[in-house]
């Protein structure tokens, strides 16, 4: 089983600024790594598939890079509504699905 | 547009089945696509239990596989859990998802739609 690690648990960012969430695989996954954004009493919501592919309807300011075992997510500039966990998942040669133990960005 | 919905009791007796119903509007589960469930205890994280594909064929987390089954109704465009011997550790939110396959969301099987979900609670 692959296993997904993120970092940091949590991340105090203040609005407007750049917040950086990484996500380490303990093989390699190519590309095929997802981020979720999950907001309390909400499911989790598709940002980035494919490691870098913006899912339909999510704002510029969210980008994702990395390939292998090393990811990123970037948010540009942090909004308001930006405040979340975040998770990854990949999807390499599954099953099984594997998610990362999630980033919390709150506010500083 | 595409929603999942999903229905179910919420509340389970310990040794029991826990069975949950994903139905789906807006798309077709005949005309592709894999149809996930993913679960997330109070205050935790997100873990697969397994996927089905519209052709039948299931997919389960090892860790879980011995308890799990998953089938899908095309007649009635929805796709079914069941988890045998349920304790308290299976208490959580129950997700039902739509996961992309080869020929969807570019070839990759990231989860593009998900439904509310449903808290199910493992007590007597």
């Known amino acids: 089983e692959i296993v997904m690690t993120q970092s940091p648990a949590t991340l105090s960012v203040s609005p407007g600024e750049r917040a950086t969430l990484s996500c380490r695989a303990s093989?390699?996954?190519?590309?095929?790594l997802a981020w979720y954004q999950q907001k309390p009493g909400q499911a989790p919501r598709l940002l980035i598939y494919?490691?870098?592919t913006r899912a339909t309807g999510i704002p510029a300011r969210f980008s994702g890079s990395g390939s292998g075992t090393e990811f990123t997510l970037t948010i540009s500039s942090l909004q308001s509504e930006d405040f979340a966990v975040y998770y990854c998942?990949?999807?390499?040669?599954?099953?099984?699905?594997?998610f990362g133990q999630g980033t919390k960005v709150e506010i500083k | 547009q595409v929603q999942l919905q999903e229905s179910g009791p919420g509340l389970v007796k310990p040794s029991e089945t826990l069975s949950l119903t994903c139905a789906v509007s807006g798309y077709s589960i005949s005309s592709g696509y894999y149809w996930g469930w993913i679960r997330q205890p109070p205050g935790k994280g997100l873990e697969w239990i397994g996927s089905?594909?519209?052709?039948?064929?299931?997919y389960y987390n090892p860790s879980l596989k011995s308890r799990v089954t998953i089938s899908v109704d095309t007649s009635k465009n929805q796709f079914s859990l069941k988890l045998s011997s349920v304790t308290a550790a299976d208490t959580a939110v129950y997700y039902c998802a739509r996961q992309g396959d080869g020929y969807n969301l570019g070839g990759h099987d990231a989860f593009d739609i998900w439904g509310q979900g449903t808290m199910v609670t493992v007590s007597s």
């Open positions: 998942q990949q999807y390499n040669n599954w099953p099984p699905v594997t």
């Open positions: 089905i594909y519209h052709s039948g064929s299931t």
């Open positions: 494919g490691a870098s």
């Open positions: 093989q390699s996954v190519s590309s095929n």
